[in-house]
């Protein structure tokens, strides 16, 4: 079966930094693309940050050098951090899978069946 387990979430003030990550298990993780969707409050899900199995990286422009998509093949674990926090980055984060190599979708409703997914975890960020 298919599992992504989400870690790391939490409430910071502005400014501050969080370390998400995002075990992976039922699937050959080396050969597939992962990413990081949030959906903040009221919207549906937005793209942050993607990286595919050869290590090339994608980023939103509202998160460009202040967030950093890592992963660690040993380990079938992604990890999304995440820096110079803003309240405007207060969002579920949900770990994405693309296991058929498709393009990923900049924005959708949360959760679809096209990506396995990881089961969200809330980040805060007050001011």
């Known amino acids: 079966e298919v599992q992504l387990v989400e870690f790391g979430g939490g409430s910071v003030q502005a400014g501050g930094s969080l370390r998400l990550s995002c075990t992976a298990s039922g699937f050959t993780f080396d050969d597939s693309n992962m990413g990081w969707y949030r959906q903040p409050p009221g919207a549906e899900c937005e793209l942050v940050s993607t990286i595919s199995a050869d290590g090339t990286t994608y980023y939103a422009d509202s998160v460009q050098g202040r967030f950093t998509i890592s992963q660690d093949n040993a380990k079938n674990t992604v990890f999304l951090q995440m820096n110079t926090l803003q309240p405007e980055d207060t969002a579920v984060y949900y770990c994405?899978?693309?296991?058929?190599?498709?393009?990923?979708?900049?924005?959708?409703?949360?959760?679809?069946?096209?990506?396995?997914w990881g089961q969200g975890t809330q980040v805060t960020v007050s001011s």
């Open positions: 994405a899978a693309d296991q058929h190599g498709g393009r990923w979708a900049v924005r959708l409703p949360c959760r679809v069946p096209a990506y396995s």
